[in-house]
């Protein structure tokens, strides 16, 4: 799971009161309670969040007279507690589902093709491209986008006067801005499934993908996969690692540029109140569109529902630009209905607009079944060689997608 809060202020008490409180409904399955609509959703971080979720669903529950059940469920132990529930036939008839494992659910038969209802109802272009299509498998969707989050550059103003708009100038400024063993210009990407997260980004920028078009192949060993993995050796150069492996580097000063979240914004403004840092756009490629990546949950119906006309009511309610406004309020993150998000107003967010911007040409994830085999195990392991032990990534990258191949689209 991925980090994906934009930052939001949650006393310690009230994470204790949430704790304790657990649920306000059973959430005991579908057709337990005929008289019920179950639905899980990820434990709130403050008691605000948890009762604005009490609001739209009363009025849910006035509008349709039918009472429904939520449980709140942690985070942490939220896909375990999904799965266990489906194994013993107990899970509820809607919940919340993380973006990249809608493509293995849907594989295993356990979700609603919902594709005609929301063609009759809000229809896909209510939705920001990339978080729409986290739920689009083989042509058919299999959820609706709750919310959104990406990754943009952060830079440090003391350093850095105007952002780079492409890798020339981000090269240069790297060289112009490192300090030996004072000054790193890059904090890097991370290493493992969370580097390899945020590499399509760079991919992506430099006109590349993952996987092709019609999701048959990897492809994310060609020229621009190269291209990106370079630039981050390059970066590297002029980023001493004891500078940006650093506790707090960036919000100490110690880095000039660091590719992060909105979950990043609140922590330093309110730790390093010195700190005078901006926000801009992925630099892309000279001749390409700067790209990132999306992150975020869907709400998905299960196929053995016995309520399945009101489950999708209810998650067309929680995803309407109403409720979608709502919700970014909830979960802490970005609105992924396109007119909610502009009801909130993040364009005029100094912080929060250039994320926004990002959302605008974020990609998703393949959304293939085991996709997140080979973010962890294979691209993760590449950049890591590449990164750590100083590999050639005109060798590594192609010899990688090989294997992604082999694990993604297995011979018979």
Same mark, same amino acid.
């Given at each position: 799971?991925?980090? %994906? %809060?934009?930052?939001?202020?949650?006393?310690?008490?009230?994470? !204790?009161?949430?704790?304790?409180?657990?649920?306000?409904?059973?959430?005991?399955?579908?057709?337990?309670?005929?008289?019920?609509?179950?639905?899980?959703?990820?434990?709130?971080?403050?008691?605000?969040?948890?009762?604005?979720?009490?609001?739209?669903?009363?009025?849910?529950?006035?509008?349709? *007279?039918? =009472?429904?059940?939520?449980?709140? #469920?942690?985070?942490?132990?939220?896909?375990?507690?999904?799965?266990?529930?489906?194994?013993?036939?107990?899970?509820? =008839?809607?919940?919340?589902?993380?973006?990249?494992?809608?493509?293995?659910?849907?594989?295993?038969?356990?979700?609603? =093709?919902?594709?005609?209802?929301?063609?009759?109802?809000?229809?896909?272009?209510?939705?920001?491209?990339?978080?729409?299509?986290?739920?689009?498998?083989?042509?058919? #969707?299999?959820?609706?986008?709750?919310?959104?989050?990406?990754?943009?550059?952060?830079?440090?103003?003391?350093?850095?006067?105007?952002?780079?708009?492409?890798?020339? +100038?981000?090269?240069?400024?790297? %060289? *112009?801005?490192? #300090?030996?063993?004072?000054?790193?210009?890059?904090?890097?990407?991370?290493?493992?499934?969370?580097?390899?997260?945020?590499?399509?980004?760079?991919?992506?920028?430099?006109?590349?993908?993952?996987?092709?078009?019609?999701?048959?192949?990897?492809?994310?060993?060609?020229? $621009?996969?190269? =291209?990106?993995?370079?630039?981050?050796?390059?970066?590297?150069?002029?980023?001493?690692?004891?500078?940006?492996?650093?506790?707090?580097?960036?919000?100490?000063?110690?880095?000039?540029? @660091?590719?992060?979240?909105?979950?990043?914004?609140?922590?330093?403004?309110?730790?390093?109140?010195?700190?005078?840092?901006?926000?801009?756009?992925?630099?892309?490629?000279?001749?390409?569109?700067?790209?990132?990546?999306?992150?975020? @949950?869907?709400? #998905?119906?299960?196929?053995?529902?016995?309520?399945?006309?009101? !489950?999708?009511?209810?998650?067309?309610?929680?995803?309407?630009?109403?409720?979608?406004?709502?919700?970014?309020?909830?979960?802490?993150?970005?609105? +992924?209905?396109? *007119?909610?998000? @502009?009801?909130?107003?993040?364009?005029?967010?100094?912080?929060?607009?250039?994320?926004?911007?990002?959302?605008?040409?974020?990609?998703? %994830?393949?959304?293939?079944?085991?996709?997140?085999?080979?973010?962890?195990?294979?691209?993760?392991?590449?950049?890591?060689?590449?990164?750590?032990?100083?590999?050639? $990534?005109?060798?590594?990258?192609?010899?990688?997608?090989?294997?992604?191949?082999?694990?993604?689209?297995?011979?018979?």
């Amino acid at each position: 799971m991925l980090p %994906r %809060r934009i930052a939001v202020a949650a006393a310690v008490a009230a994470a !204790a009161a949430l704790m304790l409180a657990g649920c306000t409904g059973s959430g005991s399955g579908p057709g337990a309670d005929s008289n019920a609509l179950t639905f899980w959703a990820y434990e709130p971080n403050a008691m605000a969040q948890k009762n604005a979720m009490d609001k739209l669903v009363a009025s849910f529950e006035k509008t349709h *007279k039918i =009472d429904v059940k939520v449980t709140f #469920v942690p985070k942490d132990g939220f896909n375990t507690k999904i799965d266990s529930s489906i194994a013993a036939g107990r899970n509820p =008839d809607v919940s919340y589902l993380d973006q990249p494992l809608v493509p293995k659910f849907a594989h295993d038969g356990l979700l609603l =093709d919902v594709t005609k209802q929301l063609k009759a109802g809000l229809g896909t272009d209510s939705f920001y491209p990339g978080a729409m299509n986290t739920n689009i498998i083989g042509g058919k #969707v299999y959820g609706l986008p709750l919310s959104m989050t990406t990754v943009a550059l952060f830079y440090n103003k003391a350093m850095v006067s105007t952002p780079p708009a492409d890798w020339n +100038a981000w090269e240069a400024s790297a %060289r *112009k801005t490192y #300090v030996p063993n004072k000054v790193a210009a890059f904090a890097g990407i991370g290493s493992g499934g969370y580097g390899a997260w945020i590499f399509p980004a760079l991919v992506q920028s430099a006109g590349g993908s993952m996987v092709n078009s019609d999701q048959t192949a990897a492809t994310f060993g060609a020229r $621009p996969g190269i =291209d990106a993995a370079d630039l981050l050796v390059t970066l590297q150069k002029y980023s001493d690692q004891a500078v940006r492996e650093s506790q707090n580097a960036f919000g100490n000063g110690n880095v000039a540029y @660091e590719i992060s979240g909105p979950w990043d914004v609140d922590a330093l403004k309110t730790n390093f109140p010195h700190l005078d840092f901006g926000i801009a756009p992925i630099p892309a490629e000279a001749g390409h569109q700067s790209s990132s990546v999306i992150g975020g @949950e869907n709400i #998905v119906i299960y196929k053995n529902t016995t309520k399945a006309k009101l !489950a999708y009511e209810f998650a067309e309610y929680l995803t309407d630009p109403n409720g979608d406004a709502a919700m970014a309020g909830v979960t802490g993150d970005f609105a +992924a209905n396109v *007119k909610a998000a @502009e009801a909130l107003g993040y364009a005029s967010d100094p912080y929060l607009g250039p994320f926004a911007k990002q959302l605008e040409t974020a990609v998703a %994830r393949p959304t293939l079944t085991d996709w997140l085999k080979v973010n962890d195990e294979v691209v993760g392991k590449a950049l890591d060689d590449i990164l750590v032990t100083g590999a050639d $990534p005109a060798k590594v990258l192609p010899q990688a997608q090989k294997t992604a191949d082999s694990v993604l689209f297995p011979k018979s």
